[in-house]
């Protein structure tokens, strides 16, 4: 079992930062990987970013490339988003989630376990 808790949403305005933050418990954090994804209104969830296990390596969505970061501190159970050049178009509610496959992967339903959400905001 593992339970995810992000933190760290809001209002900000565009081209504005915000870090987010998701603290995880349960299983040894740093046996598994861990991504970030967004849901806007009327829209599917989609894949931000993740990073693997031991923070060798990371992906991102084309649309946030150059802007977000996904750094992890395995010493604190916790994951990050780095939120730099925001857009209106960045606003969503923001999740967590775990991936305990040996591959990570972006595909949402891949992942075993997912926090309850922040929302970000981003006004123009």
């Known amino acids: 079992q593992v339970q995810l808790v992000e933190s760290g949403g809001g209002l900000v305005q565009a081209g504005g930062s915000l870090r987010l933050s998701c603290a995880a418990s349960?299983?040894?954090?740093?046996?598994?990987?861990m991504g970030w994804f967004r849901q806007a209104p009327g829209k599917e969830r989609e894949f931000v970013a993740y990073?693997?296990?031991?923070?060798?390596?990371?992906r991102y969505a084309d649309s946030v490339k150059g802007r977000f970061t996904i750094p992890r501190d395995n010493a604190k159970n916790t994951v990050y988003l780095q939120m730099i050049s925001l857009k209106p178009e960045d606003t969503a509610v923001y999740y967590c989630?775990?991936?305990?496959?040996?591959?990570?992967?972006?595909?949402?339903?891949?992942?075993?376990?997912w926090g309850q959400g922040t929302q970000v905001i981003v006004s123009s």
């Open positions: 990073i693997t296990r031991r923070g060798d390596s990371t």
């Open positions: 989630a775990a991936d305990l496959h040996v591959i990570v992967t972006a595909t949402p339903s891949n992942y075993d376990y």
């Open positions: 349960g299983r040894t954090f740093s046996s598994y990987a």
